[in-house]
Nanobody, 116 residues
């Protein structure tokens, strides 16, 4: 069974940075397309970035140039470096498969709160 554990969230001021981590067990992240999602209060969950098996990356327009997704195959961990954070980035952030409807079980997510 695949388990995903997100961490690294917190409270930061606008313009600040955070690095989120997604540790996986039960699957090799290098063999699946993985993404970072976020869900703000009252809004639908959205995909903000994903990384392909060959490590190419894609970003939503809202985070392009500010967020960087990466993967450490040796640690079987995926990261999301978030710079120049804005209040509208406030959400719970999750990691999961991207480009497929066959999601792994969702983790608990990690809360990111950006104050203005």
């Amino acid at each position: 069974q695949v388990q995903l554990v997100e961490s690294g969230g917190g409270l930061v001021q606008a313009g600040g940075s955070l690095r989120l981590s997604c540790a996986a067990s039960g699957t090799l992240l290098s063999r699946v397309v993985m993404g970072w999602y976020r869900q703000a209060p009252g809004k639908r969950r959205e995909l903000v970035a994903f990384i392909a098996t060959f490590a190419s990356t894609t970003y939503a327009d809202s985070v392009k140039g500010r967020f960087t997704i990466s993967r450490d195959n040796a640690k079987n961990t995926m990261y999301l470096q978030m710079n120049n954070l804005k209040p509208e980035d406030t959400a719970i952030y999750y990691c999961n498969r991207a480009g497929s409807s066959q999601y792994f079980d969702w983790g608990q997510g990690t809360q990111v709160t950006v104050s203005s």
